[in-house]
């Protein structure tokens, strides 16, 4: 499940910010500027390609609910089936609309073909809502009551799948991720350009291409640690025990220090770096703020605070490092400077893609692992969640492994030829075996259908 969470939410985070990107770009050709036309044009294709992907990883994470975690939803689908079916319906909008795109091209007029990307970008935000929505119920569950059978067994009853849906952590939570979304999209996308201009392509194409997505990106990495501090804000209440292990806290006091680095290790914090104060002014925006310990939680219920600590501290160092460096850029602008001329600012900016998706894993495993061991949190634990059936694990496991390197290799083959074809000038239109005919091919045709032999053949 992890490396299946891991793998697509990358893939998931184009769906959500990539649109919007393409919107932009789009909105310029049409006042006249070609090469950013032609730019919509192409990045629509490479949408496609990473939507087809995503669908693919989505499904399968979609079978891994039942076979993997038939605990949970045996006693809470009717609790959580609510958004899941949400997402489905905005993946369906997503997946209507960008075939529209993509095959409007000269069948519909400018600006309606604009609009279609409207509801691509909605719906992309939508359906990562449901899912985001879903994760945060799991880290503070609402919308029904529980009692324990005779068994042991749960019994969930009252159910009310909105307020399980709209939960206290939802909200946060979700403008979180789908601003990691932006960061992710905006920085990798960026940084392919960048690469590109250290070639030496320096042509219009390549300067647009760079600036759009990083000005989205910009936006987002400014915009990330307000929303990551009122995240970790509510934990001292809502999941004391992540806090503590985010922070590295053995025992519950006020004044906190903020540990750089270090290691929790026979229960006391070994090596790292202190500064007074600060974990509890983070926490609470008071330095008299309690950051909870983590010998307060009983050892059964403590989260690996090692892995929990340095992945939270691994997501914050990079992120005010893209903070500072989007920054710098727009500083230099200011000041009449050309950044994409500095070769020295370009390899930087090529890194920053990678980056960004290396924040947004360290923040998902903090999510996640911060909770353990509940699946529910104070709920149901995972162990009870999990399936007892062992057999075969092993060999689904290395399956699924096979369908993600051949999707994974499939999809950056495809990505490849798409960009050689382009810079030999090629358009790469894509043709239509039925339906209605661009302009130009019905204003030269004869009474009888055309058949286009490229596709038949």
């Given amino acids: 499940m992890a490396f299946s969470l891991g793998s697509h939410i990358i893939i998931a985070c184009f769906g959500v910010a990539f649109p919007a990107m393409i919107f932009v770009v789009h909105r310029r050709g049409l006042r ?49 089936g609510l958004p899941f079916a949400f997402e489905g319906l905005a993946f369906f909008a997503e997946a209507i609309f960008l075939g529209v795109y993509l095959f409007g091209w000269n069948r519909l007029p400018p600006r309606l073909l604009l609009a279609t990307l409207i509801p691509i970008a909605i719906s992309g935000v939508i359906g990562t809502f449901c899912i985001i929505s879903v994760n945060a119920w799991m880290n503070s569950p609402s919308g029904f009551d529980v009692a324990t059978r005779a068994d ?85 209440d809502r999941q004391p025990e992540k806090l503590a292990a985010m922070e590295l806290s053995v025992e519950p006091e006020s004044h906190a220090p903020l ?9 006391e914090v070994v090596g790292g770096i202190r500064i007074p104060n600060v974990a509890s002014f983070l926490a609470g925006n008071s330095f008299d703020t309690i950051v909870p310990g983590i010998n307060d939680v009983p050892e059964d219920e403590r989260p690996p605070a090692n ?50 998706i290396v924040a947004l894993e360290a923040g998902w495993i903090t999510t996640e692992l911060g909770r353990q061991p509940w699946i529910v949190y104070r709920v149901q634990l995972v162990r009870d969640a999990a399936s007892d059936v062992a057999g075969g694990l092993w060999v689904s496991f290395v399956v699924m492994l096979v369908v993600y390197a051949g999707m994974g290799i499939a999809a950056a083959q495809v990505l490849r030829s798409m960009s050689r074809r382009w810079r030999r000038g090629e358009a790469l239109d894509l043709p239509t075996p039925y339906g209605p005919r661009s302009r130009r091919v019905a204003d030269a045709s004869s009474t009888e259908p055309e058949v286009d032999s490229e596709v038949v053949s």
Avoid: C
């Fill in 32 to 80: 006249g500027d070609p090469v950013a036309l032609g730019l919509a044009k192409r990045w629509s294709k490479v949408a496609a390609v990473l939507f087809a992907v995503g669908a693919v990883s989505g499904t399968i994470l979609s079978f891994e609910m039942g076979l993997l975690w038939p605990g949970m939803m045996r006693d809470f689908g009717d609790v959580i």
């Fill in 259 to 267: 540990v750089l680095g270090g290691f929790l290790v026979d229960g």
């Fill in 152 to 236: 042991g067994s749960l019994e969930v009853t009252n159910i009310d799948p909105w307020a399980a849906m709209f939960n206290d952590a939802v909200w946060l939570q979700s403008i979180h991720m789908l601003i990691a979304a932006y960061m992710v999209v905006g920085f990798t996308v960026a940084s392919v350009y960048a690469v590109g201009m250290l070639r030496g392509r320096r042509d219009e194409h390549h300067r647009i291409g760079f600036v759009v997505p990083f000005a989205f990106a910009s936006v987002a990495a400014l915009m990330q640690p307000v929303t990551g501090h009122l995240a970790g804000q509510v934990l001292a």
């Fill in 307 to 356: 892995i929990v600590h340095w992945s939270f501290q691994l997501m914050v160092m990079i992120g005010t490092a893209l903070a500072g460096f989007v920054l710098w850029y727009w500083w230099r602008r200011r000041r009449g400077h050309d950044p994409l001329a500095s070769r020295r600012f370009l390899r930087l900016a090529s890194l920053t893609g990678a980056a960004a």
